[in-house]
């Protein structure tokens, strides 16, 4: 009832327009014959419409900062996180000071130069030099951005380890994780989904020797301050691996092994006594109550962060960094694949 | 190139098709039409009701992401079976935004842009009688034509659209196990998308030998007006680009209906391993993104072509910088080809190739800035005339550099990890491609109605039309920086799943309002097209006192363009204001005063 009772309104609405325009038409063609030509008038109107509003636009950009900069991710909690950051932090330098430069400049031009009768405008074709310069700074700026960029590319994509990373594999499906330690060999076992079957959901090979003692598990457990060597794989279609807090992501591609590398920094314990992460989850909690919900307490998370079918907004899993101690306690607890299969 | 190079006479085969009045009937003017206006109009009406689908897509959505999981009748009555009591399922949800991509990126920004203004504009401003063919052109449009209908079928297909994303990455839109929209609604998708690339194949070679062969005497390659210049360059980078997308789609059916392994490798699904080996999904990302990217620019030189005229016509000013405004066109089409890795970087490649689209990347903000602070400096001591059509190209600038910079952050492997498909992806090519090419297009329209239709259309509903977008274009978008700096990702059916979002759900809700309403608005452009078309007042001649030759031909539509001989052209386009002369603006037709030089 209401759907038709919109599109009545719509219908309405189109055909009162079209009285008002033929009425306000009519009566121009009885003023003076054609008016629909920019007058001075609406050159004041618009030129000072666009000051207002440009920086109006610019403003509620300072508003939102303002406002919404406490939903931006809490400090890193990996190694490589804080180089990410500082990239970034100097990326959104650079570029918000050209929007702050560039936006007013070109709304005040726009009122400043509206048309007026009897102004006529310069011609002023080109000017070398002026266009050098706007070439160069940016190309400058860029070259900053660049060569920074790629040496904190290669650092998190290329980490030179000072002690052997953990070798963990994460595994994907729809719509869920799966996790495989690699034991105490620090090797994982061969697998494939050729041999997937009843329990064995990743294919491990039992033949494999190394696979003995691989333990698999619906968790992701990381020892704090130890680099890890993540192993993705999927069985089904691609799905993305994206771990925010620790400012990482690596598709997990089936029919090929992807890897990222990095060393958790932070335990869960220590990231929940967080300022930001504090406030975040008393926000969060405020809501919750509000509908009714359960008291939410913050967790490390994966999402699924390339879009793998219906239920891909709700593939995810808590990560848990903790004491070396308490993740082997926890390690220890798992049954390995020798056990299990 | 240097004028002496290209003056010839007009050529006969030109006045040739004024000799021949052809009986026109319904069914020749109006349908099968060769006439390249006619053409473009065809393109722009079609492009406009697929805008129309496309645009109510984004707000049946964005009306989930507001209020997730809840009953709106509204959503039952548009999606029937899809929306059991009103509440939207996670399927088709994923099919809206896949088709919403599909249609606003290839329909409306490709066909829909550079369709209608390079059919209406490249004869009509290089002093042409029409298309090099005429026939191939009237194909072109009813390949489009094809395609639209079958992709708006597709919507109706017991299984549902193709729901992978628009960029229908394999194994997703392979497996019709995987999810239900990669059944037949794919299988369709990948069919509409041929025809699609072969009216663009017809088009581009079209557009390409009608401006290097046919431009009138007097007409250099230095004195084509920027529009010519960006719908010359788009059709290059289609006819080099489009041909790899075919031949990604191809590989997919192959995989999709004949068994073979392109694409896929080592699948188990529904219980079961599938008998494909040895491919790769990523293969099909970079045959995808071969054209994707490129396809960007695709979108949106024809916008950044159609509003430099614009801005310098309503300046009063010649383009500042023309020759770095054609560089910069060039350099951008040419570093488009080997940037396509950079939608990739988290894709496992090889970290090197991260490096190098890295550095390709974040060079095109060079062309980009000179093109960016060009129109400033056009504006710069102008005397700004406010026709709607200069407030969408003012409004594109605007939306250019905003989206420009955070491809800064987006173009850099290092910085991708962490935001790569988010929501900041979302808000960073809505900015600079989405509502830059829309605003562009807008322009467009406005400023060549009088052209299309011989009336004008209506200055203050232009006026309402254009400030509520441009408020609630920025509403729509800018606040999903925020929501993608969270970590929030993208093609979500809900956020709910995640306590950490919760509080980002206001965001989501002021999101939906701005896209509700300015969805809404775009009623008054839609009414002011079709109510001027048929009642708006008539148009004079050369109603915005421009220089480009298509303002000397008559109001009246004529096959052939011109009812004499077809212009010669004496200088470049952009003579407005120019010392010495009488009005401040002199046609390109005009022959050079005594004593004037002519830079161009």
Not at chain 1, 161 to 184: C, D, I, K, L, S
Request: with cysteine.
């Amino acid at each position: 009832m209401s759907t038709v009772s919109i599109i009545v309104l719509i219908v309405l609405g189109i055909l009162t327009l079209v009285q008002v325009m033929r009425i306000s038409e009519i009566s121009s063609e009885i003023q003076k014959g054609k008016d629909n030509a920019v007058s001075e008038k609406d050159n004041d109107t618009q030129g000072t419409l666009m000051l207002l509003v440009g920086f109006g636009f610019v403003i509620s950009v300072v508003v939102m900062y303002l406002a919404w900069g406490k939903h931006l991710l809490p400090e890193p909690a990996s190694a490589h996180g804080k180089e990410f950051d500082g990239l970034m932090n100097l990326s959104m330098l650079i570029i918000n000071i050209v929007f702050f430069v560039v936006q007013p400049i070109l709304f005040y031009f726009a009122w400043k130069y509206r048309g007026k009768k009897g102004q006529k405008a310069v011609y002023y074709e080109h000017n070398n030099k002026l266009e050098l310069f706007w070439t160069m700074v940016p190309a400058l700026a860029l070259a900053v951005l660049i060569i920074w960029g790629l040496n904190v590319w290669s650092t998190v994509m290329m980490p030179e380890n000072e002690e052997e990373p953990m070798v963990v594999e994460v595994y994907a499906q729809q719509f869920n994780w799966t996790t495989r330690y690699a034991g105490a060999d620090n090797q994982l076992g061969n697998a494939t989904v050729y041999e997937i079957e009843g329990a064995n959901i990743l294919g491990v090979d039992t033949k494999d020797a190394a696979s003995a003692d691989d333990i698999v598990a619906k968790e992701l457990h990381l020892p704090v301050g130890k680099p890890v060597l993540f192993q993705f794989r999927s069985q089904d279609v691609i799905h993305s691996a994206y771990f925010p807090h620790f400012r990482a992501q690596m598709n997990c591609v089936p029919g090929a092994v992807t890897y990222f590398q990095f060393t958790p920094t932070l335990t869960t314990a220590e990231i929940r006594q967080n300022k930001d992460v504090k406030n975040h989850v008393e926000e969060v909690n405020t809501i919750r109550e509000a509908k009714g919900e359960d008291v939410w307490e913050f967790n490390y998370v994966l999402l699924c962060n390339k879009i793998c079918g219906a239920a891909h907004y709700n593939m995810q899993m808590d990560i848990i960094v903790e004491t070396e101690d308490e993740f082997n306690a926890w390690l220890n607890e798992q049954k390995t694949v020798a056990e299990t299969l | 190139m240097s004028a002496t190079k290209t003056t010839y006479e007009t050529p006969h085969y030109q006045d040739h098709l004024m000799e021949h009045h052809h009986e026109e009937n319904f069914i020749t003017k109006y349908i099968f039409s060769t006439d390249h206006k006619m053409i473009g109009k065809q393109f722009l009406i079609t492009g406009m009701i697929m805008g129309i689908i496309g645009v109510m897509m984004s707000m049946l959505f964005r009306l989930e992401l507001a209020y997730p999981e809840q009953s709106f009748p509204i959503l039952e009555f548009f999606l029937g079976k899809w929306a059991p009591d009103g509440v939207m399922d996670p399927n088709i949800y994923l099919a809206l935004v896949t088709i919403h991509g599909t249609i606003m990126v290839f329909f409306v920004l490709t066909a829909g842009l550079s369709g209608t203004f390079s059919n209406l504009l490249i004869p009509l401003q290089i002093g042409a009688r029409d298309m090099a063919s005429g026939f191939m052109n009237a194909l072109s449009y009813w390949f489009f034509f094809l395609s639209s209908v079958i992709m708006v079928a597709s919507l109706f297909v017991e299984s549902g659209p193709a729901a992978a994303g628009w960029t229908v990455y394999p194994p997703l839109s392979a497996l019709p196990q995987a999810m239900p929209g990669s059944g037949m609604g794919m299988t369709l998708w990948l069919i509409s998308m041929t025809f699609f690339i072969v009216s663009s194949l017809l088009g581009s070679l079209n557009y390409i030998v009608t401006v290097l062969n046919m431009r009138t005497k007097g007409m250099s390659m230095t004195r084509l007006p920027l529009t010519i210049w960006a719908f010359f360059v788009t059709a290059v980078l289609g006819t080099l680009s489009f041909p790899v997308l075919l031949s990604a789609a191809l590989l997919l059916m192959f995989d999709r209906m004949l068994g073979t392994s392109f694409y896929l490798s080592d699948i188990f699904i529904g219980g079961e391993v599938l008998n494909f080996s040895g491919g790769s999904p990523v293969l099909y990302q970079h045959l995808f993104w071969f054209l994707g990217h490129p396809e960007v620019y695709i979108i949106l030189l024809p916008a950044l072509g159609i509003s430099s005229e614009v801005i310098a016509t309503n300046s009063r000013k010649p383009i500042f910088g023309y020759r770095a405004m054609v560089g910069s066109i060039l350099a951008i089409a040419f570093l488009s080809f080997i940037v396509w890795g950079h939608h990739m970087f988290v894709t496992g490649m090889n970290p090197f190739l991260g490096s190098v689209f890295t550095f390709t990347t974040l060079l095109i903000a060079i062309p980009s800035a000179v093109k960016a602070f060009n129109y400033i400096t056009t504006l710069w001591k102008g005397n700004i005339q406010y026709t709607p059509a200069m407030l969408f190209s003012i409004g594109l600038v605007s939306t250019f550099v905003t989206g420009g910079l955070t491809g800064v952050i987006l173009g850099d492997s290092a910085l991708d990890i962490n935001v790569h498909d988010t929501y900041f992806v979302v808000a960073h090519f809505h900015i600079v491609m989405g509502l830059s090419a829309i605003f562009g297009m807008f322009a467009g329209v406005y400023h060549w109605f009088p052209k299309m239709y011989g009336r004008m259309m209506n200055k203050s509903l232009g006026y309402a039309h254009f400030w509520l977008t441009f408020v609630t274009a920025y509403g729509v978008f800018f606040p999903m920086h925020f929501l993608g700096m969270a970590g929030l990702p993208r093609r979500y059916y809900s956020n709910t799943a995640f306590p950490m979002f919760d509080n980002l759900a206001d965001i989501n809700v002021l999101i939906t309002y701005f896209a509700i309403i300015g969805g809404i608005a775009q009623l008054i452009f839609i009414f002011n097209f079709f109510y001027s078309m048929r009642r708006g007042p008539k148009a004079t001649q050369n109603p915005w006192r421009a220089n480009s030759l298509e303002w000397t031909t008559p109001v009246e539509h004529l096959h052939g363009n011109w009812p004499g001989s077809v212009p010669e052209v004496h200088r470049w386009a952009y003579d407005y204001s120019k010392p010495g002369a009488e009005e401040d603006f002199v046609p390109q037709n005009v022959p050079l005063a005594e004593g004037e030089e002519s830079g161009h």
